[in-house]
C-alpha cells in the first residue's frame, strides 16, 4: 500500500476516557492501547479467537473480554509490546469490508467517518490492483462505493 494513502485513526472511550485507538485498512485492524506504567510483554495475557478477544494482566480480571463485530482471522494475528504502546494487529475474516467498530456493543463510527474509511480503503484498494500508480490525490464524488463489493469485489491473494 503506498504510505501517501492517509489512514484515519480513530478513538473508542468511556466514561471520558480512551480505552483503545483503532484504524482499519483493506485487511487489518490495528487496536493502539496504553498499559499502566511499568507493563512489560510477560506481564500481558492476550487471546485472540476468531470472535473474541480477551486482553487483560496475568493473574487478574481482563480489562477487555469482548466480542468482535466481525470475524476475524485468529492465527494471522497478534500483539506486540514496544516503547510503551500496546498494539494488537487483527487480519480481517473478510477482506475490504468496512468495520463501524471494532467491538459489538461499542460506539459505531459516525456516517461521515465511515465514508472516510471507506474512501481510504477504496484508494488502498486501487494502489493494490495498479501497482505504479498514485492514488493518494484521488478523490470520489458522491458516495463511495463498497471497497468489498465494487466491481466484482475483492478477495485474498
Same mark, same amino acid.
Given at each position: *500500500?503506498?504510505?501517501?494513502?492517509?489512514?484515519?485513526?480513530?478513538? #473508542?472511550?468511556?466514561? $471520558?476516557?480512551?480505552?483503545?485507538?483503532?484504524e482499519q485498512s483493506l485487511e487489518d485492524?490495528?487496536?493502539?492501547?496504553?498499559?499502566?506504567? $511499568?507493563?512489560?510483554?510477560?506481564?500481558?495475557d492476550c487471546k485472540i479467537t476468531a470472535?473474541?478477544?480477551?486482553?487483560?494482566?496475568?493473574?487478574?480480571?481482563?480489562?477487555?473480554?469482548?466480542?468482535? /463485530?466481525?470475524?476475524?482471522?485468529? $492465527?494471522?494475528? #497478534?500483539?506486540?509490546?514496544?516503547?510503551? !504502546?500496546?498494539?494488537?494487529?487483527?487480519?480481517? $475474516?473478510?477482506?475490504?469490508?468496512?468495520?463501524? !467498530?471494532? =467491538? /459489538?456493543?461499542?460506539?459505531?463510527?459516525?456516517?461521515?467517518?465511515?465514508?472516510?474509511?471507506?474512501?481510504? *480503503? *477504496?484508494? /488502498?484498494?486501487?494502489?493494490?490492483?495498479?501497482?505504479? =500508480?498514485?492514488?493518494?490525490? !484521488?478523490?470520489?464524488?458522491?458516495q463511495v462505493p463498497d471497497p468489498k463489493? =465494487?466491481?466484482?469485489?475483492?478477495? #485474498?491473494?
Amino acid at each position: *500500500m503506498s504510505e501517501k494513502i492517509e489512514k484515519r485513526r480513530l478513538t #473508542y472511550q468511556h466514561q $471520558g476516557r480512551t480505552i483503545y485507538e483503532w484504524e482499519q485498512s483493506l485487511e487489518d485492524i490495528t487496536i493502539y492501547i496504553v498499559p499502566p506504567p $511499568g507493563v512489560t510483554a510477560k506481564m500481558i495475557d492476550c487471546k485472540i479467537t476468531a470472535k473474541t478477544m480477551t486482553l487483560g494482566l496475568k493473574g487478574n480480571p481482563p480489562f477487555l473480554n469482548e466480542t468482535f /463485530e466481525q470475524p476475524v482471522n485468529s $492465527g494471522d494475528s #497478534y500483539w506486540t509490546i514496544e516503547d510503551g !504502546a500496546l498494539t494488537i494487529s487483527l487480519t480481517k $475474516g473478510s477482506k475490504g469490508r468496512t468495520w463501524e !467498530a471494532v =467491538f /459489538e456493543g461499542h460506539t459505531k463510527v459516525d456516517p461521515f467517518t465511515l465514508s472516510e474509511c471507506k474512501k481510504s *480503503m *477504496m484508494l /488502498e484498494r486501487f494502489q493494490e490492483e495498479n501497482p505504479g =500508480f498514485d492514488f493518494s490525490g !484521488a478523490s470520489f464524488n458522491g458516495q463511495v462505493p463498497d471497497p468489498k463489493t =465494487f466491481m466484482g469485489g475483492v478477495g #485474498y491473494k
